[in-house]
């Protein structure tokens, strides 16, 4: 049993990184219902190994590792859902804010691009975007550099493929 | 769109978030994930076997005298099976995911664990088989005051070769049966989720 101390710890660490959850979750799952689904699979997995979390990498390549096991290889049961991106699905936050016209659609475009990958394509394309360096995309995924630039030169030319066609379409 | 424009509307987009009660709340729940349903599902069954095998026992150890003794034995025997059963089953379990590794060495050592536990999974059903018809076909024969003429049970009517092929044709049939039932359910059950995992794993091998 965690104590309260360790509990509110891990709330503010989430908190500080709540939005990567969120893009994980809006990368691996289109229906609104199997988003919540994967975030509160992911935050429950987080908690129970966070006790084990020595420090020994930072928090967010530990938290990365977690939300994109539990995406990629959690052999979760996806329930029917419909191919496209629909940005009335968008949880009521995003909604809220006041996204320009054009933001919008780009977000829209780019999450529809990146959904038309396979999962593994996707978790580079997120660490990509993240801005994170190969040492951290190799920490996180156990790929070799090599191998990570290779892929990451392919994935960047099929995405701005598939967002050429979405902008197109 | 140039990619560096992808970047920053990504990086933009970070305006959900949810309360910490509500965080609070999702961290009381129990897990989804497939592998906690599935040791659910195997503390499940150790609990019904237990009933349901601690009934039987005392059942056939009481009744008719004690005279079915025997039965009480071979349930108590398939019992202590069980639990070697259950206990192999609970670590392979408990050793099928690191969520907190590297993807690439989480998928691997899934696939691993779950080819191991289809296996294990497959075999155990299968040997409990021909223990139980050979236990059974004996039990009737030493229990039953006439003696059933058949070519399974060795008398004059037949040669001892006769018996022994008998059994071995009654056994390897109906083992092969099982085996062949047994590793459809598994097929279902876990095969696609194998494949799955292989084909993620090859693409993160593949240059």
Redesign the interface.
């Known amino acids: 049993m965690q104590s309260n101390e360790q509990?509110q710890e891990?709330?503010q660490l989430?908190?500080q990184h709540?939005?990567l959850i969120?893009?994980v979750c809006n990368l691996y799952e289109q229906g609104p219902s199997d988003r919540e689904?994967l975030?509160?699979?992911i935050?429950?997995?987080l908690?129970?190994?966070y006790p084990?979390?020595r420090g020994e990498s930072k928090f967010s390549t530990?938290l990365y590792?977690?939300a994109?096991?539990?995406a990629?290889?959690?052999?979760?049961?996806r329930k029917n859902h419909i191919a496209s991106f629909e940005p009335d699905n968008l949880?009521t936050?995003?909604q809220?804010?006041i996204y320009s016209k054009e933001?919008e659609l780009?977000?829209d475009?780019?999450y529809s691009a990146i959904r038309q990958l396979?999962?593994?394509e996707r978790?580079l394309v997120m660490l990509?975007?993240?801005?994170k360096s190969y040492d951290e995309m190799e920490?996180?995924?156990?790929?070799n550099q090599n191998?990570l630039r290779?892929k990451m030169n392919r994935i960047?030319e099929k995405?701005?493929k598939l967002?050429k066609s979405e902008?197109w379409n | 769109m140039e990619l560096d424009q992808l970047k920053s509307i990504w990086q933009n987009d970070a305006a959900q978030s949810k309360e910490d009660a509500q965080l609070i709340s999702i961290m009381s729940r129990r897990s989804n994930n497939p592998i906690a349903r599935m040791k659910r599902n195997l503390l499940f069954e150790l609990k019904a076997i237990v009933l349901l095998y601690g009934f039987t026992i005392a059942y056939y150890a009481y009744a008719f005298e004690g005279e079915m003794s025997e039965v009480s034995w071979f349930m108590i025997a398939i019992a202590v099976c069980f639990f070697i059963y259950y206990y192999r089953k609970n670590k392979l379990l408990n050793k099928m995911e690191c969520l907190s590794c590297q993807v690439k060495s989480n998928l691997q050592r899934q696939v691993n664990t779950l080819e191991k536990y289809v296996k294990f999974y497959l075999l155990a059903g299968t040997a409990l088989v021909p223990l139980t018809i050979v236990f059974f076909t004996w039990l009737l024969y030493v229990k039953s005051p006439l003696k059933p003429k058949s070519i399974l049970y060795h008398s004059g009517a037949y040669a001892w070769w006769q018996t022994v092929l008998a059994w071995i044709v009654v056994v390897s049939v109906s083992t092969f049966l099982v085996y062949y039932a047994n590793k459809w359910y598994v097929q279902k059950l876990y095969g696609n989720n194998i494949t799955k995992l292989k084909q993620l794993l090859a693409e993160m091998n593949a240059d």
């Open positions: 509990q891990f709330v989430l908190n709540q939005p969120h893009k689904d975030f509160q699979e935050v429950v997995q908690w129970k190994a084990k979390f530990w590792r977690i994109l096991n539990t990629i290889s959690g052999l979760r049961k949880p936050d995003i809220d804010e933001k780009q977000l475009q780019l396979s999962e593994i978790a990509y975007l993240e801005d920490e996180i995924l156990g790929i191998n290779v960047k995405l701005r967002i902008v």
